[in-house]
């Protein structure tokens, strides 16, 4: 199987579980006057949305040297990790059964990709711009910050560190799922979890506008918290790792109203 197909799977799965939120979700009445709103609200964020784009070509570049630059000067944390939590996803792994890897697998994956851009599509269709503004804003300090950290901290995940005691459920469950993993992660990068912090950010965002899409809010919660339990169920990330992304999403957020309050008045912010 190539990434193409692997590609057009998660494409296919994440259009499918799109069109499904906005029936449930959003509603055809608000979906009747989308095209002007979603017209309205592009233009409002689109400094926003070039300083994402920014961040995130920077964190394409870098990463690709992250690595080399991260045993220069970054610290190695694995062995104090380990130390911290000992077995912990060794014996979290002894419930693992075909069913919950498949369900956890098809979370990590498929859920994630759908939960990162689902609430972008929805909030387009907002009158009012600031929930997009504000998680587009956020989803750029996690991926610079994140870098950040990457660079900073040396971390291998379970499944390297004690390949005796935790499994690799997601490739052996998916194996095709390293064509897109391969392309986005190192195995040092696992302080702290991207896949966590993104994911709360979506929940913070969620609860802090869920005026603007009241259904919106459990959901996003609940599929935050799936998320973190699957990478750990996974043999993918410590707890530490997870606790360490959840506390990211705050810090993301929090800059993020810092900056959405102090620069209300220019033309990055401006609604």
Same mark, same amino acid.
């Given at each position: 199987?190539?990434? /193409?197909?692997? #590609?057009?799977? @998660?494409?296919? %799965? ?5 069109? +499904? &939120? =906005?029936?449930?979700? !959003? ?101 009012? /711009?600031?929930? #997009?503004?504000? @998680?587009?804003? %956020? ?5 610079? +910050? &994140? =870098?950040?950290?990457? !660079? ?24 095709q799922a390293q064509l897109l993993t391969g ?70 957020? /929090?800059?993020?109203?810092?900056? @959405? ?9 401006? &609604?």
């Amino acid at each position: 199987m190539t990434l /193409a197909t692997v #590609l057009a799977q @998660l494409a296919t %799965a994440v259009l499918a579980l799109h069109l +499904l &939120g =906005l029936a449930a979700l !959003v509603g055809p009445q608000r979906l009747v006057g989308a095209p002007r709103r979603v017209r309205a609200n592009l233009r409002r964020v689109a400094p926003t949305l070039a300083v994402l784009v920014v961040v995130l070509a920077v964190n394409g570049v870098v990463r690709d040297v992250g690595v080399e630059l991260s045993w220069l000067i970054g610290v190695n944390i694995t062995a104090a990790i380990h130390a911290l939590e000992g077995g912990f996803v060794a014996r979290l792994q002894t419930f693992a059964s075909p069913p919950l890897t498949a369900f956890f697998s098809a979370v990590y994956v498929f859920g994630y990709a759908f939960l990162l851009t689902f609430p972008v599509v929805a909030y387009l269709t907002c009158e009012d /711009a600031r929930p #997009l503004r504000t @998680l587009l804003v %956020a989803y750029a300090v996690n991926y610079a +910050l &994140g =870098l950040v950290c990457y !660079v900073v901290f040396i971390s291998y995940g379970p499944r390297n560190v004690t390949p005796e005691a935790v499994r690799s459920l997601l490739y052996a469950n998916w194996p095709q799922a390293q064509l897109l993993t391969g392309r986005v992660n190192r195995n040092t990068n696992v302080f702290p979890s991207l896949h966590v912090s993104l994911s709360v950010t979506v929940a913070f965002v969620a609860a802090r506008y869920r005026e603007a899409l009241p259904r919106w809010r459990p959901i996003a919660a609940a599929l935050a918290g799936t998320i973190a339990a699957s990478t750990m169920y996974l043999g993918i990330h410590w707890a530490t790792d997870v606790v360490a992304g959840a506390a990211l999403a705050a810090v993301a957020v /929090a800059v993020c109203g810092g900056l @959405l309050a102090v620069n209300s008045s220019r033309r990055l912010f401006r &609604g």
